[in-house]
């Protein structure tokens, strides 16, 4: 899957780290996909879906913004048709790309897992302070 693959366009900074970074894109890929909800749409689009996620995980900023959505409820609006059983997991409503990583170190039985492209986020004392 390239680029044009993608539900609509991420800025070309996210898509380039991908050449990096693809290794991490499949493996949110695999977890998108292995909690997407067939019944969301035709196979072909929740791939797609799930790689623009995943590959907008890549950028510095909050999910919703690194997929150009217009706030953190469209995000989870998008998450809860294609990916349900994921927002049923996030019962603590976490941010998403903070949950998504921590998904992916909870499979690989990581206990202390670093969070991705967050060093420059404004909001990062909203993340990582202490969960409610």
């Not at 693809?22 to 969301?40: F, Q, R």
């Not at 994921?86 to 998504?100: R, T």
Request: a negative charge; proline letters at 7%; aromatic letters at 6%.
């Amino acid at each position: 899957m390239g680029g044009r693959d993608l539900i609509f366009p991420l800025h070309p900074a996210v898509c380039a780290r991908r050449a990096t970074r693809d290794d991490e894109v499949a493996d949110l890929l695999a977890l998108l996909l292995a909690h997407g909800d067939p019944a969301a749409g035709p196979p072909g689009e929740l791939e797609r879906v799930a790689l623009t996620v995943a590959v907008a995980t890549l950028g510095d900023n909050h999910l919703w913004q690194d997929l150009q959505l217009g706030s953190r409820a469209e995000l989870s609006a998008l998450m809860g048709r294609w990916f349900p059983a994921l927002v049923a997991l996030n019962a603590g409503d976490m941010k998403w790309k903070k949950f998504l990583y921590r998904e992916l170190c909870r499979q690989a039985d990581i206990l202390i897992c670093k969070s991705p492209s967050c060093a420059v986020c404004t909001d990062r004392p909203l993340c990582f302070g202490p969960e409610h």
